[in-house]
């Protein structure tokens, strides 16, 4: 139904920055909101940042508050994380998710998962 692709993953420095994109296919792409979601090695999936898709409200954990902005452009059907003052504790596998049904943010039930990018910070 709705595929997700991630890009935007690499090696950087610590203190650096970085930028994903999630591209979103399909004939007709309208979701509630999208996420972006981590998990490192031995830890649980972590929520990172949300957006509604119309753009009105963002929301971030308290982890990356500050260092991360979550955008998205409807038109090209894509959601970005720009990602700055990163640190080695952000290395992870970075996810873009969809969530088609409204609700707070905490209780969205994310419905498509992209495969995910690496993203490594170097100290």
């Known amino acids: 139904q709705v595929q997700l692709v991630e890009s935007g993953g690499g090696l950087v420095q610590a203190g650096g920055s970085l930028r994903l994109s999630c591209a979103a296919s399909?004939?007709?792409?309208?979701?509630?909101?999208m996420g972006w979601f981590r998990q490192a090695p031995g830890k649980e999936r972590e929520f990172v940042a949300s957006?509604?898709?119309?753009?009105?409200?963002?929301y971030y954990a308290d982890s990356v508050k500050g260092r991360f902005t979550i955008s998205r452009t409807k038109a090209k059907n894509t959601v970005y994380v720009q990602m700055n003052s990163l640190k080695p504790d952000d290395t992870a596998v970075y996810y873009c998710a969809a969530a088609l049904a409204a609700g707070w943010p905490e209780h969205l039930k994310y419905d498509y998962w992209g495969q995910g990018t690496q993203v490594t910070v170097s100290s």
């Open positions: 399909g004939r007709t792409f309208s979701p509630y909101a």
């Open positions: 957006i509604t898709w119309s753009g009105i409200r963002t």
